[in-house]
Structures are given as structure tokens and as C-alpha cells.
């Protein structure tokens, strides 16, 4: 399958990795008018306070010692220089004990602002928050997600990283949406799926066939009509399309298997024919 990068989806998504960076950039390194001030600066004057400081002596001793790099890349910066940026700020915004917004000659952003500018922007990449070691870092959401969706074509790809954000929860429509879509990509693939695992194959398409996907299977004059579906509630309904989106990912991701097998296989005759 062919595969296009994370970048490339989130571009398609309008997510604009690079227009995310600047808006951090800007809330950190540079002054609002009137300020004497930038965010920076304020962190800089409070660094003795980071429980993560180790023995730096100072922000920038900080940012030397450890290697980060956030000042000079602005243009060009992929999502992984995003997410290191985010939690580079997001763990100092968390550690400004001060309220440094009543200094005076201050007139810049607050750390509870930067924050949920830093949220937002994790939940529209499809990143989440995790603790490690007395820190916040973020990580995908779904890994298997990402993965699957450098298969798809770009219609489709952002849609299941998207599958995934708070505000599809409960949205039964768009989520019911995004899994025909996916049924549709699959279908074609249906022989070689029932080739891999029959059991499988035969389970995902009945569930996608009765679970009103792809037919009207709740309407009682509807020829497709399933008496039990149409009385589920909308949590039920809602647990079974989170089940179904988790087996359309399992079935991409074994048929990019399969495809790899087979080049392993064809790799190998060649390493034990030339011995």
C-alpha cells in the first residue's frame, strides 16, 4: 500500500503544522506591544524554581545542556519538532509558581493561556497527555490509527485520526459516516482478507453490513431492518461503532502484513540462494 506521512495527513486535515509552531513561538519568544517582557523572559527569571532544572544554572544553560533548539525553527518544522515543543513548554508553564502577569512592565501571555493553546493544539494533531518521570509528554492517541492512515487515500486518512477526537464522542452520524467509508476501502479487499483469516473477515463485514453502516437496519420498513440494532441505545450503538473502527484498523493493518510477509519471503529465497 502506498503511504503518505503524518504530516501530509494533518496538512489535508487543515492542520498546519507550521502555523501551530509560530502561534507558540510568538506566545513564548516574543513581546505583545507595550510589554518589556516576553513569556521567555519571566521563565528565564524563574528558572531556580523548575524541580527539572538538575544543575543548569540557567534557561539557556537548560536549553544548551539538553540540546533543545526551539528559538531558530520555525519554518519547515515537522509534527515530532511540534510535540518536543509543546512539552518543552507546557512542563515550564507548568512550573511558573509567580504571578507574573502583575509584574509590572508585563503585558504578555498567561501560563493557563499557554497551556490551553498547547491542549488545543495536541488534541487537533490527535496527540494525548501522559506522565513520565514527574513530566508531561505527549503521544499519539492511537498508534494504530496514524499507521492505518498513512495507507488510506488523503479523503479518508485525516478522518481516522479525527476518528479519535473528543468531539466525535457521541456523534454517532459522523462516526457512522467514517466507518462506511472505511468499509468502502475494504471491500475490495475482502478475497484477501478471507485468504488471512476467514473467521475475521466474515465477523467485521456482517457488523458492518447489520449494524446501520452500510444499510438502513433501523427503520421497521427498511428491507435491511434488525429488530435488536434498532433497540439498541445510543451508548450501545456508540460501543459497537468503537469496536468496529478498532477491527476496520486491525484489518488494514494485516493486509499491510500480508504484503510485507511477502516480500520477507521473496527476501529470504534470495539470501539462501546465494549462500
Known sequence: MERRNFAQILKYGKIDIEREYSRLYN???????????????ICEEEFYLFPFKGTCLSLDDFDESHGFDFMNQTKGTDVNHLVSFCEYLYNIAQNIYADFWDIDGYD??????????????????????EEQDGLTIFVPKSQSAIVVSEMLPPNLSYKVIEYNHHSMKGDLARKQATLKLLADQLEAKQKELNQIDKQFKSDLFYLLNNMNIRHNNIEPTAKEYKKAVAEMTKEELEHWYDEIYDMCLYAFMTLDQADRNAKVKELKAKIECNK
Not at 504578555?108 to 494525548?128: L, T, W
Open 27 to 41: 506566545m513564548f519568544y516574543c513581546k505583545n506591544a507595550g510589554s518589556k517582557f516576553s513569556f521567555r523572559a
Open 108 to 129: 504578555g501571555y498567561r501560563e493557563d493561556e499557554i497551556i490551553s493553546q498547547i491542549e488545543a493544539v495536541i488534541e487537533a494533531i490527535g496527540f494525548m497527555q
